[in-house]
């Protein structure tokens, strides 16, 4: 690091504080006049959020050893404050809630003070929190249930965390609104969730608690290409002989065909890696909407012609991934490939007659091939990748669900498979979710493998090209209450911002911008303290 | 300030929708989705 980091000023801790608690205000005490949530629930909510907002004005910056002390003291003490709330108003039992929220909760959070001695993002201390209290539902495995449905999954949560996941305690808010639309219902609540949070604090929550956008900056970590400690292609070596003992379990268990889970699972899946492992980390492709567009065009084919052939698909997803990594004469004879094994090789009628499907295989070629070189030509001088969330609100979220009664974004979201599809099935606790896996399953299983990769390679691909929710909160990004703002003077054009954001911007050059989202770690590294955080 | 002004109104809108939301019977909505595979 070429010079110090500088300290945040006691304006910003206060804001920040202030943001949290308002937020919190703001979000709860509604409820407790509409008579839906007692006070235990309300003072609960609230207790958690002071604390937090607390903890995180004074862990912020770099923290003295005083300051960390203290924010752990205050972390414990709202802690248990919530979890009385909890107890008593909610009539769970005391020392349960100590012993399994409380202790283990403050254990992570000593740990964190003691062992963690260089500068922690305060956002990720948060993320990581946050990560764990969506996700808190243990009972789940303690007491065979598979879903909780208490109190909370009448509420919608600000960020991407599905509400099918064992583990979920909130309702998502795009699930959510998903079906309300399909029951031609207008969705107000998660509406005005996202309206609240939005015009306070604009794309923080994507930054500050979506576990979905943690696993992706975790998964940014692993050092790739050139970056890489050791040799790359041994560490491709041991992926290809992972996938390939998961690629047999699929086969001897699952009984599935093993041409079909070589060519459409296992060959693609560890050709990407092997790009993405020569290749090393990338910018976002400006061109990614274009492989977006076709696989809502293929996956509309599949759909209509009712193949069975999730793993064509899938193949076609993980493809999509190599479409935007690399050039676009390659990604048109991708696309054709792809199409050609969509209506050939992935058809149920290969099994009886592999020529019988040959001619739409080919004229589905010729269509991929002739779609992707158009879009790639007029993407030329048109919108970068980040403008198909956009689309992907509009059309699959929003009118897809409006026009057929399905949440069409859960069924390919790659959240819901990673936190609800993939434990569901290898958890069945009922003995009758695995016996519902169908084409669909493995689509989604596509889509997540591809995301997993492109977040090796990409600083947060989803985030920044399909999240729907995150398309909702960037349109308040420009003028919510709380904004970056450079001091012009200050700026060395050093770059040290861009290389800290999670989401690849250039804080220096436009604050505030769509896919700013609030993390405050150009705040922090900024060596002449020329970005600040405003309300 | 007028865009301190203009968000704050759009934060106090959205509080309205949520009560909105919750008056239209949203939470339970929501809870039977939710709450179900």
Redesign the interface.
Known sequence: MASQPADISTRTRVAVFLSIAGTAV??TL??KF?G?FDWGVIYYGLASMLGLGLFLALFLGRPTRLNRWLSFVVILLTGAVAAAFLSFGQGMPFVRVLLFGWLPFGLIMLGAVVFVRRRVAPFRVVQISSAVLLNAYIAAYVQNK????GIF????EPILNC??GPLAV???PI??TQ??VG?K?L??????????????VGRAACAWICPFGMWQDLLYKIKVGARAKNNRWISFAVVALITAFIGAALVLFLKLHPLRVFLFAWLPFNLLVLAVAIRGKLDLPRRMWVGGFLAAVGLGAVVWFKFEVGYAVAFGFLGLVLLGLTGRWFAAAFAAVAGFLLGWLGNPAFHVGPLSKLPLGLALAVAAFILVAVLDIVAKASLPSNFLKFGVLLFVAGLASYFTAEPWFCKLCPQGTFGAGIP?VLWDPVNA?RGLVGWLYWVKIGILLAFIVAAIAIKRPFCRVICPIGAIYSV?NK???LHLKLEPQSCTECSLCRKSCPMDIEPHTGQNQLECIRCGECVSNCPKSGLKFR? | MKRRVAFALLAVIGVAAVVLGIRAGDPETIHRFAAQI
Request: proline content about 9%; some cysteine; glycine content about 10%.
């Open positions: 703001l979000a509604p409820l509409l839906r598979i879903l909780y449905q999954k009448y509420m919608p509400y099918g909130f309702a998502c699930g959510s079906q309300m029951m219902l969705p107000w609540l998660p509406l005005g969730v996202f309206i609240v949070i939005g015009a306070v569901l979710l308040f003028g919510s209450l309300v």
